[in-house]
């Protein structure tokens, strides 16, 4: 597995920004699991995309596909 990515500090403030308290018996776990998500991440954000590149449109489940609000 690859170093840490995250620092106990990092983990720290992130939380509070956000106000997810972390119990300290959890925080290696998090910083793991977090971490594992950065690797797996990795070679995806490794890809450059063209910016004449247009995204998908988003899915909305409160219209059909004929754009008339379903009942």
Known sequence: MAEPVLSPAFL??????IGLPVPA????G???Y???IAEMAAP??????SDEI???QVFDPG????GIAKP
């Not at 018996?25 to 290696?28: H, L, P, Q, Y």
């Not at 219209?63 to 004929?66: A, D, N, Q, V």
């Open 44 to 49: 995806l954000l490794a890809c450059s995309i």
């Open 12 to 17: 720290e403030s992130a939380a509070a920004t």
């Open 54 to 56: 247009e995204s998908a």
């Open 25 to 28: 018996g959890r925080a290696a």
């Open 34 to 36: 977090l971490d594992r």
């Open 63 to 66: 219209f059909s596909i004929s």
């Open 30 to 32: 998090v910083r793991a």
